[in-house]
């Protein structure tokens, strides 16, 4: 399978701060709320083991299949940087990077993500633009 790749690149800014932000991806509560989540899916399981080296698993019920979505811990550096790989059958591991800076009206985020298949290179975009949407919503709820 050697598929031809890219690399994605997502930005959003947060009314919060870089600490809030980056703790969210690691704490299963918050994560469960915004992470791989869709309209109509159901949380099935959030773990997650926040240490290099640790890896995380989100399940979410989706029309009945359960869509997996599975990772280790790569770099963790509070609060303005984390690297994870991420991967599931049948598709082979890709890279995410996050890279989170602070402002005077809140902080940024900004996601890239390697390896991604090319044909679903939209897709990808599109997914994350939705994860970090649903991010912002969580963060001005809590």
């Known amino acids: 399978m050697n598929q031809p790749t890219c690399t994605v690149n997502v930005s959003r800014k947060f009314q919060a701060t870089a600490e809030s932000v980056f703790d969210a991806w690691l704490d299963p509560k918050q994560a469960g709320r915004f992470l791989f989540v869709t309209p109509a899916g159901v949380m099935k399981k959030v773990e997650i083991d926040a240490r ?20 280790e811990y790569l770099e963790i550096e509070r609060p ?63």
């Open 52 to 71: 290099v080296g640790g890896k995380f698993c989100i399940v979410e019920t989706r029309d009945g299949v359960d869509a997996d979505h599975e990772g």
């Open 80 to 142: 303005r940087f984390l690297r994870f790989s991420f991967g599931g059958k049948p598709f082979p591991a890709t890279y995410v990077a996050l890279t989170i800076t602070q402002d005077e009206s809140g902080s940024a985020l900004h996601l890239v993500h390697e390896g991604v298949w090319l044909e679903y290179e939209t897709s990808v975009i599109q997914g994350w633009t939705g994860i970090l949407e649903n991010l912002g919503l969580v963060l001005a709820n809590r």
